[in-house]
């Protein structure tokens, strides 16, 4: 698995990018980006969620990597906001879809990054995605992370869009 920074990092990222070149800023506010790059940490809620539950009932109710790591659970964010945009309700679709990405983003990192958590990307079907294992970035994590957040700290000033953050 990624790194918490990682997580948050990369959702923003690829979403500022699709901010300032793909869409208008109006139509995709600064709330979404931020909105998603919670999103990018929020399957990690099963580590405390999990933990808290084992703590109250004594069983393993929500095991690390299930429910919260599955590519189908990203696919349902992106069904409910285009059912939403087919009801034109482009807030709320747009919100839905950032989260989709978000968690999307997130599985993505896990499998990239070696997790051992191959088996439950598909979840609850058993599917193991042997391609998640070819990456193992885990041990470069730190480095990764420092590369990426000095390259997208240049590129805001080289673009002179550090000042959209205020
Ligand atoms: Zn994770």
């Given amino acids: 698995m990624a790194y918490a920074v990682m997580h948050i990092l990369a959702v923003i990222i690829f979403l500022d ?26 399957p990690d809620i099963d580590i405390p969620l999990g933990g808290l539950l084992h703590l109250i009932t004594g069983k393993e109710i929500l095991s690390h990597g299930t ?16 059912f939403l945009h087919s009801k034109k ?5 747009r919100i839905s879809n950032v989260i989709g990405v ?6 993505l990192l896990d499998c990239f990054y070696g997790s051992g958590m191959e088996k439950f990307f598909l979840w609850p079907f058993t599917k193991i995605l042997s ?18 957040l000095v ?3 240049v590129h805001e000033e080289v673009h002179q869009k550090v000042k959209d953050w205020f």
């Fill in 17 to 42: 990018l699709l901010r300032h070149y793909v869409f208008k800023k109006n139509k995709f506010p600064r709330y979404l980006v931020v909105l998603g790059g919670i999103a990018g940490l929020a």
């Fill in 67 to 82: 429910l919260t790591h599955s590519f189908l659970l990203a696919l349902a964010f992106f069904a409910v906001g285009i």
């Fill in 89 to 93: 309700n482009y807030v709320w679709s």
């Fill in 102 to 107: 978000g968690i999307f983003f997130h599985i």
């Fill in 131 to 148: 391609a998640c294992n070819l990456w193992d970035l885990y041990p470069y994590g730190n480095h990764i992370d420092a590369v990426l």
């Fill in 151 to 153: 390259l997208w700290l």
